[in-house]
């Protein structure tokens, strides 16, 4: 509700029973109405920023990034995987074209939105004013001569703990039974309307519980949200949804049905059309999102403020009076518009009131409201900063917002002895926004809003589901295994929220760096991930079917597990995802099955060693002899291993989620980590006797103890199997979904803490952190799969039309610039070789010098600008480009020397006479390109 603790001593008729706890109070965090108000506040400035971005910036079909991306060969018919790799192959060039030609700043959408907030921050201030200079509104004392109710409100306001009297005005004008608190901390105003003056006289209960609702909303103090929310959505519509729905929309309708482009070129419209009706969709999302979250920021704001009411004595019949009086029947028309309404209506209040548990739930609307939010802007900064900042920023954000809602929800639970949240309905929610932001603005989003494979948003979906389920699991652990005091629960959420944001970053800075990027397709396959490694494990791929067999795991499922164990902020992630709950489990063992956890993470550890047994007797079956056993082989070995040891710990993880009956999730995870230790080390020991046991002989035919070069097979396969963790929470929330298992536990406290299993647990803690450290390499955490991915061809079947506009962009864009300094360098180069002394071969090698010089530095600035859409001319030019390097490169060693070698002489001469010819057939065949592409222009308009 706002920055401070909500009272809470509900009446018996509220629906809430308190617990023997009394420690678990849920009003011992901040109340809803402070995070929904924190999330419209980033969906308000999110929303600005992109909306007053596209306004500052030219428009779309003026944005130079689009112009040079298409001189870099973009084909909007085209895949997207393409373009990626596209991208990848002239990443440097593409932006030193964007950087030369920057009109405008990218920081002016963040000054632009610094500005709107410093008006709203303005607005703020001046509406208490206004409201109370507004005609009508008079002292009390003129409307309460004896001070009757000047009386009553100070009793009321006694009794509800406000220290300091507001000003009590009364609105003559106003007829209806209400009142209003406005102003700033310091000075409020209470202000009655004459019809509640009016209704007091017939109407005590009436007026007492008006007068201490508004009152709550000073004890609550969230009068300042209120007035904020009121300001930031006055100056959004004014400075930014007006300016942009004029500037932009109306572009759009002049240049589709009136033919007028504003400063725009009748032939790019076409190709920018999409973007900008995409531009404008997602403004109008992100408006709708804007007024979601403000009405439902006010509307729980006042239901709060009835809680607090009624806390505080106000008579609840009140409220079911009034809730009779106006009954309206349910249905999903009426569902969908009291998402809008700014108040609730009575009936909901009422419920509310009878049973409070919805103030506490995991809401659907705010948790799918913060998912947009959250990729939204993780989108937005992973494109200005660094990937892995972006997703520690808007995950601990994310992480703090649901971990408290969490908390709040599993406290009230305690408190009222009612089910725990579970997290499902929550986590889709949540899911839900995430998928929504990322086809909103994720950078492999179509024009056209759907992506190619859509199978990857299902990470979205699912990692929701087991983020918030188990944020629950835990908060119920901790709940039920420490004393619920209010001091303590504060210090866990902290913990809870801290553990949260690590384990949030860690998700987004995979998917930010790419997870997204699976929805153009199997990119690595694409980018022939499996050709390279054919290329560095050299082998017999093509002629044993156990390589060929898993050369496509290899070369995508396995490189990706490996890249994604090198990212530090995932690799935290991960070990935090474990190591969180094991500690919870630590301080209580009694509560909590610590002795069953820990028995069957070691059996789970002992069936996994034998799974990597039984891989190693599969590979020692078909091993090829001593001399075969190559790089390929290597890596057919680590791909089996790491089959093994996945399926030891996510099987693990799945078997006790599935046998537990309580705290499932943390229990497995737990589980999951002595397994994975037990699996590493029983694997260490396999490996360093390989050779001692016939039947599991991988890598050596002898009998020897070789740790090293153990601990070395161990360090590479670390790297990989790291994001087992988020694989064994996804089976293990799947699996706690099964009808629990029936048995009779014993009572609490005739189960004796066990020291032995607490040391497992902490020697597990202790040497995950210690195996992770050492292997872990920060140098090696901003590794992606792209910078092992070989540059693929152009495509070649791109439609003529677009590549002519593409060789025009490309003209444009800079290289118009490179082609004219060549074509005068070859001219004055072209000259020199015709004054050649024909009897001896001899020239002016002071003419000759800076020409040489002037070839030189053109042909290197060339080289660095963007290759030619075309691959035929590209080729040309690529050529034209490495002889005009090689010959100004021996032209300068050669009069830079000072001996006379007649034979390097001879061969500058040569090297500078191709050039020569093959520049006079080159430069003339682009020109002519370039002159009928421009030609062909108005076929574009038709388009």
């Avoid at 007053?52 to 001189?71: G, N």
């Avoid at 033919?259 to 992100?286: M, N, Q």
């Avoid at 390499?777 to 590549?803: L, Y």
């Amino acid at each position: 509700m706002s920055n401070g603790t909500e009272t809470t001593a509900p009446r018996p008729d509220s629906g809430t029973v308190p617990s023997a706890s009394a420690g678990s109070d849920p009003g011992a965090l901040p109340a809803g109405t402070t995070l929904r108000f924190l999330v419209l506040a980033v969906a308000m400035v999110v929303a600005t920023v992109a909306m007053l971005s596209s306004i500052l910036r030219p428009l779309p079909y003026q944005d130079v990034a689009t112009v040079c991306q298409f001189a870099a060969g973009y084909d909007p018919g085209g895949k997207l995987i393409d373009e990626l790799f596209r991208d990848q192959a002239q990443e440097d060039a593409v932006r030193a074209c964007v950087e030369k030609a920057e009109e405008v700043p990218r920081w002016y959408g963040l000054a632009g939105t610094g500005a709107v907030l410093l008006a709203a921050g303005g607005l703020y201030l001046l509406i208490p004013r206004r409201k109370r200079s507004r005609p009508g509104v008079e002292p009390l004392h003129t409307g309460d001569p004896q001070g009757e109710v000047r009386a009553e409100v100070v009793a009321l306001a006694e009794r509800a703990g406000v220290r300091s009297l507001p000003d009590l005005v009364v609105d003559l004008s106003a007829l209806d039974p209400g009142a209003v608190v406005y102003g700033r901390a310091g000075r409020r105003t209470l202000c009655l309307n004459n019809g509640l003056l009016h209704t007091r006289r017939v109407n005590t209960a009436r007026f007492e519980a008006v007068v201490l609702h508004e009152l709550a909303h000073i004890r609550n103090r969230d009068v300042d949200i209120a007035y904020a929310v009121t300001a930031l959505w006055r100056v959004f519509l004014a400075l930014v949804v007006v300016p942009y729905t004029l500037l932009i929309g109306g572009s759009l309708v002049a240049a589709q049905f009136f033919g007028v482009f504003w400063g725009a070129d009748e032939v790019f419209w076409p190709a920018s059309r999409p973007a900008t009706v995409k531009a404008i969709g997602v403004a109008a999302f992100l408006f709708l999102l804007v007024v979601l979250a403000r009405a439902d920021t006010l509307r729980h704001r006042e239901l709060y403020a009835d809680r607090g009411a009624v806390a505080l004595g106000a008579d609840p019949a009140v409220w079911q009076a009034q809730s009779e009086g106006r009954t309206q029947g349910r249905s999903a028309l009426r569902a969908v518009a009291a998402l809008w309404r700014s108040h609730p209506s009575w009936s909901e209040r009422w419920r509310s009131l009878h049973n409070p548990a919805g103030l506490f739930a995991l809401t659907d609307v705010p948790l799918f409201l913060l998912g947009v939010v959250t990729l939204v802007t993780g989108n937005s900064l992973s494109a200005v900063w660094d990937c892995g900042v972006a997703a520690w920023v808007v995950g601990a954000l994310a992480a703090c917002v649901v971990t408290v809602a969490v908390w709040r929800a599993a406290l009230y639970a305690a408190h009222s002895q009612a089910a725990s949240p579970r997290g499902i309905r929550a986590g889709l929610a949540l899911g839900f926004g995430l998928v929504c932001g990322e086809l909103l603005s994720g950078p492999t989003a179509a024009p056209d809003w759907t992506p190619e494979h859509g199978e990857p948003l299902l990470v979205l979906l699912l990692g929701s589901v087991v983020y918030i389920t188990w944020l629950a699991q835990c908060a119920q652990l901790h709940l039920r295994t420490m004393p619920g005091e209010r001091a303590v629960s504060r210090r866990a959420v902290l913990a809870a929220a801290a553990a949260g944001s690590v384990v949030a970053a860690g998700g987004l800075n995979w998917w930010l760096r790419d997870g997204q990027l699976w929805m153009t397709g199997n990119f690595l396959k694409a980018g022939g991930l499996s050709e390279l490694a054919r290329q560095i494990f050299p082998g017999p791929w093509n002629s044993l079917p156990q390589y060929e067999s898993v050369l496509p795991w290899i070369g995508s499922v396995l490189i990706n597990l490996a890249v994604a164990g090198t990212y530090l902020t995932t690799v935290v992630g991960a070990v935090v995802l474990w190591a969180y709950p094991a500690l919870l489990l630590l301080r209580r063992p009694r509560t909590a099955g610590l002795r069953s956890t820990v028995l069957a993470g070691l059996a789970g550890g002992v069936v996994g060693v034998g799974v990597v047994a039984a891989a190693m007797a599969y590979i020692h079956s078909w091993r090829p002899a001593l001399e075969e056993r190559t790089l390929a082989f290597q890596a057919v070995y680590l791909w089996w291993r790491t089959v093994a040891l996945w399926a030891g710990v996510v099987g693990t993880a799945a078997v006790v989620a599935a046998a537990t009956r309580t705290h499932r999730l943390p229990r497995a995870l737990t589980a999951a980590a002595i397994a994975h230790i037990v699996i590493v080390a029983g694997y260490f020991v396999l490996q360093a006797a390989d050779g001692c046991v016939g039947p599991l002989r991988v890598m050596a035919s002898t009998c020897h103890w070789l740790p090293g070069t153990s601990w070395m097979l161990t360090e590479i396969l670390v790297h990989p199997v790291t994001p087992v963790f988020f694989g064994a929470a996804l089976a293990a929330t799947v699996m706690s979904q099964w009808p629990r298992t029936k048995y009779t536990s014993l009572p609490a406290d005739t189960v004796r803490p066990s020291w032995p299993d607490r040391a497992v647990i902490a020697v597990t803690v202790v040497a995950g952190l210690v195996l992770t450290a050492a292997v872990v390499d920060p140098q090696r955490a901003s590794g992606s799969p792209f910078s092992a991915v070989p540059v693929r061809a152009e495509p070649v079947d791109t439609d003529d039309k677009v590549r002519d506009f593409q060789l025009l962009a490309w003209f444009k864009a800079g290289s118009q610039d490179d082609v004219t300094a060549l074509s005068g360098r070859y001219v004055e180069l072209a000259t020199w070789v015709q004054n050649l002394n024909t009897e001896n071969g001899t020239g002016d090698a002071d003419t000759l010098r800076p020409v040489c010089n002037g070839l030189a530095r053109d042909t290197a600035t060339a080289r660095r600008h963007l290759r030619v859409p075309d691959p035929d001319l590209d080729q040309k030019w690529s050529t034209l480009l490495n002889r005009g390097k090689s010959a100004a490169a021996e032209c300068k060693a050669v009069l830079n020397s000072s001996e006379n070698d007649v034979d390097r002489n001879t061969k500058m001469l040569k090297q500078l006479v191709e050039a020569v010819k093959h520049a006079e057939a080159t430069l003339p065949l682009l020109a002519e390109r370039v002159s009928a592409a421009a030609k062909r222009w108005p076929q574009w308009t038709a388009g």
